[in-house]
């Protein structure tokens, strides 16, 4: 069986530039959930046309309950709800085929990227495994599927995301569907556009997989994070097994899989009980 895992956050998506559109709550979501929907359906067509028996589709923003089920394409799975151990990639394993990643820039990495940030924008400042900076939630995930042998194979998102893929997965199939003109501003394609080009796109990625290797995952990992607030290392210290290494960084070292879950742990679980 030919298995293709999906993960979809919301800010990189054509005509998404701020919050407003991106939160829950705000007056425009309603309608970026709903773009969302068609974006992802859009490679989840892709993969059954190119002949692929199976699609997951993890919902990897805020909550993680943005996919309204009744939007999906019938044939996909979806993986909705913030309770989960590996955050955008809960249920990814060894028996998947490719990963494509609907996502955005990492924070402050790279100049124009739209709604920058790592995982939870008002904690995290940056991330590195082994010493290389892994803030761009793209690759950080697909460090995580690298793990189990799976290649990122796509990324969706604006240009500053496909530049910061590219870095680690030269060969990826980048779909640009915005280009920054700052934090909160970006040119974008028109919707159709950028389904047209996902569809295609995601088919052309599907051609070249043999030729798209995973992300390197070494056998032991030491993680770093760098938090916005000294509170928040303070918090993440009481962790046993992490080590202070300055007033706003921390580290965690272990296989992979601890390592994992220590991130899902330290960046969503622990550091929102308590801010000033």
């Known amino acids: 069986m030919k298995k293709v895992f999906i993960s979809a956050d919301i800010e990189g998506m054509e005509g998404n530039v701020s919050r407003i559109q991106s939160n829950r709550g705000n007056m425009d ?10 974006d992802v359906n859009a490679a989840v067509r892709a993969c059954f046309d190119f002949g692929y028996d199976e699609v997951y589709v993890c919902d990897g923003h805020g909550d993680m309950e943005n996919l309204i089920i009744e939007d999906m394409d019938p044939r996909c799975k979806l993986v909705s709800g913030a309770m989960r151990s590996s955050l955008q990639m809960e249920g990814i394993d060894s028996s998947f085929d490719a990963y494509i990643s609907f996502g955005h820039a990492g924070a402050g990495l790279t100049l124009g990227g739209v709604i920058d940030h790592c995982y939870n ?53 980048a779909i640009v569907v915005k280009e920054g003109r700052s934090r909160f501003s970006a040119v974008s394609v028109h919707p159709t556009v950028a389904r047209e080009m996902i569809y295609n796109g995601v088919k052309s990625a599907l051609a ?10 070494a056998e032991t990992l030491t993680m770093e994070i760098d938090f916005k607030d000294s509170n928040m290392a303070d918090t993440a210290s009481l962790v046993p097994g992490v080590v202070r290494l300055a007033p706003r960084t921390v580290s965690f070292t272990g296989d992979p899989e601890t390592v994992f879950k220590v991130h899902e742990l330290l960046i969503f679980r622990l550091v929102d009980s308590y801010n000033l």
Request: with cysteine.
């Open 208 to 217: 070249r997989i043999d030729e798209i290797k995973p992300i390197a995952c």
């Open 121 to 173: 924008g008002g904690k995290i400042y940056n991330l590195r495994f082994n010493g290389v900076t892994m803030n761009t939630e793209t690759v950080c995930n697909g460090l995580v599927a690298g793990f189990y042998g799976v290649p990122l194979v796509a990324c969706i998102g604006d240009k500053a995301l496909a530049e910061e893929c590219k870095a680690f997965v030269p060969n990826i199939e």
């Open 29 to 38: 979501y309603s309608i970026a959930r709903k773009r969302l929907a068609e």
